[in-house]
């Protein structure tokens, strides 16, 4: 049996970057006129009274992904959608890249994890394009075809945590991380050949934790992206290269990184992440109407919580499961007006048990039987009740 998942974002504790940040509030950008998402704070208590998750499920379509000798999914750290519908995955233990088609048949994967000059550590960051998969670590991108062929290599010019697509070109963040040594922007917009054509989002302050993270700061929205710091509690639109907060998070004085001159060059920072039990860390993900976000208390302890970005109204999940294990629910993008989840397949019976039966659905060649004999992560596309 799998091990459970227990947490959805993943830490790799290195010392080859050092991440630093500023005082976590609401940063000053190169631009305030994006006429829509006007910007709102939100105030969220920690304390509130937990909810069930499937209270606020209105309905959830499930896919079982195909389990071969070769498909074996260790786990689920991002998800693509790419030509023809098909399903990409990136996992994060074994930096394996999967593929599927849109009804969940296997159709191969690859990973060239490893220390040699060819290989990756681990995926900072990737993505799918008409005909190939690009996968960005230490400042390679590389392409590989669905095989895991290379196709492609381009060596970047400065050392970017995150990068990811953006219209006719590329967006990099920096993480607090200088650009030619003297201006420190953490969001700089590029061409299709690197070169910086815009900055934004300027890092003021410098705050360093001896963390890198494998999650990617930025993620689809309407037709651009949102760019979200993972030690930020503030969320930003990204579009016409311009950068505009429209979310504050605000967990008030749970928020870990409120005191002053917290964790300067201080070595125990990571201890005091693990033993203060506040809010340090968060993955928020956006759509026009909503808000779902986790967010972490210690390097493996999270909660989960989704909110109306209109009324304000929040419901903070109980997600915990029989013997009171946290139930492996990981949420990977919104696709319209559903977020996408993957589960592990010994939670899902559990989570159907409480739902009404008009209330799922089984996608074609999916069923329940056959996901209970299976150890790969199971998909739920889950559409939430007006609250």
Same mark, same amino acid.
């Given at each position: 049996?799998?091990?459970?998942?227990?947490?959805?974002?993943?830490?790799?504790?290195?010392?080859?970057?050092?991440?630093?940040?500023?005082?976590?509030?609401?940063?000053?950008?190169?631009?305030?006129?994006?006429?829509?998402?006007?910007?709102?704070?939100?105030?969220?208590?920690?304390?509130?009274?937990?909810?069930?998750?499937?209270?606020?499920?209105?309905?959830?379509?499930?896919?079982?992904?195909?389990?071969?000798?070769?498909?074996?999914?260790?786990?689920?750290?991002?998800?693509?959608?790419?030509?023809?519908?098909?399903?990409?995955?990136?996992?994060?233990?074994?930096?394996?890249?999967?593929?599927?088609?849109?009804?969940?048949?296997?159709?191969?994967?690859?990973?060239?994890?490893?220390?040699?000059?060819?290989?990756?550590?681990?995926?900072?960051?990737?993505?799918?394009?008409?005909?190939?998969?690009?996968?960005?670590?230490?400042?390679?991108?590389?392409?590989?075809?669905?095989?895991?062929?290379?196709?492609?290599?381009?060596?970047?010019?400065?050392?970017?945590?995150?990068?990811?697509?953006?219209?006719?070109?590329?967006?990099?963040?920096?993480?607090?991380?200088?650009?030619?040594?003297?201006?420190?922007?953490?969001?700089?917009?590029?061409?299709?050949?690197?070169?910086?054509?815009?900055?934004?989002?300027?890092?003021?302050?410098?705050?360093?934790? $001896?963390? @890198? &993270? =494998?999650?990617?700061?930025?993620?689809? /929205? *309407?037709?651009?992206?949102?760019?979200?710091?993972?030690?930020?509690?503030?969320?930003?639109?990204?579009?016409?290269?311009?950068?505009?907060?429209?979310?504050?998070?605000?967990?008030?004085?749970?928020?870990?990184?409120?005191?002053?001159?917290?964790?300067?060059?201080?070595?125990?920072?990571?201890?005091?992440?693990?033993?203060?039990?506040?809010?340090?860390?968060?993955?928020?993900?956006?759509?026009?109407?909503?808000?779902?976000?986790?967010?972490?208390?210690?390097?493996?302890?999270?909660?989960?919580?989704?909110?109306?970005?209109?009324?304000?109204?929040?419901?903070?999940?109980?997600?915990?499961?029989?013997?009171?294990?946290?139930?492996?629910?990981?949420?990977?993008?919104?696709?319209?007006?559903?977020?996408?989840?993957?589960?592990?397949?010994?939670?899902? $019976?559990? @989570? &159907? =048990?409480?739902?009404?039966?008009?209330? /799922? *659905?089984?996608?074609?060649?999916?069923?329940?039987?056959?996901?209970?004999?299976?150890?790969?992560?199971?998909?739920?596309?889950?559409?939430?009740?007006?609250?």
């Amino acid at each position: 049996m799998k091990s459970r998942v227990k947490a959805v974002l993943t830490f790799v504790l290195v010392g080859l970057l050092v991440f630093s940040c500023s005082d976590n509030k609401s940063q000053s950008t190169t631009t305030v006129d994006v006429d829509a998402d006007q910007f709102r704070a939100y105030s969220i208590n920690v304390e509130s009274k937990r909810t069930a998750f499937t209270d606020l499920i209105d309905n959830v379509e499930i896919l079982a992904l195909e389990e071969t000798e070769e498909a074996k999914l260790s786990d689920v750290m991002s998800f693509e959608r790419g030509e023809d519908d098909k399903l990409y995955f990136a996992t994060a233990r074994k930096g394996e890249i999967f593929s599927y088609t849109k009804d969940g048949k296997f159709l191969g994967t690859f990973s060239h994890k490893g220390s040699s000059l060819n290989e990756y550590m681990f995926i900072q960051s990737s993505w799918t394009n008409s005909d190939s998969i690009s996968i960005y670590f230490n400042r390679r991108l590389v392409s590989y075809n669905i095989q895991g062929e290379e196709l492609d290599r381009i060596n970047l010019p400065f050392n970017p945590t995150h990068i990811f697509p953006y219209h006719d070109g590329y967006v990099a963040n920096m993480n607090y991380y200088p650009y030619q040594d003297s201006l420190f922007y953490n969001v700089l917009f590029m061409d299709k050949e690197f070169n910086v054509e815009a900055m934004a989002n300027p890092n003021t302050g410098l705050l360093r934790v $001896p963390l @890198l &993270l =494998s999650i990617n700061s930025f993620k689809p /929205y *309407k037709e651009d992206l949102t760019y979200h710091s993972v030690l930020n509690d503030t969320i930003f639109y990204l579009k016409d290269k311009k950068s505009k907060p429209i979310a504050q998070i605000d967990f008030g004085k749970n928020w870990f990184w409120n005191g002053e001159g917290i964790a300067m060059q201080d070595p125990s920072v990571m201890s005091r992440i693990r033993e203060d039990g506040q809010v340090w860390a968060m993955n928020p993900f956006v759509n026009d109407k909503l808000i779902y976000l986790t967010y972490y208390t210690s390097l493996a302890d999270y909660s989960q919580f989704v909110l109306n970005r209109s009324t304000r109204n929040y419901e903070i999940f109980d997600l915990k499961g029989e013997g009171n294990q946290q139930l492996s629910l990981s949420p990977l993008t919104w696709e319209d007006d559903r977020m996408l989840f993957s589960i592990l397949p010994e939670d899902l $019976p559990q @989570l &159907l =048990s409480t739902l009404n039966s008009e209330n /799922y *659905k089984f996608l074609e060649g999916s069923t329940l039987e056959g996901i209970q004999s299976s150890q790969n992560p199971v998909l739920l596309w889950v559409k939430f009740k007006e609250f």
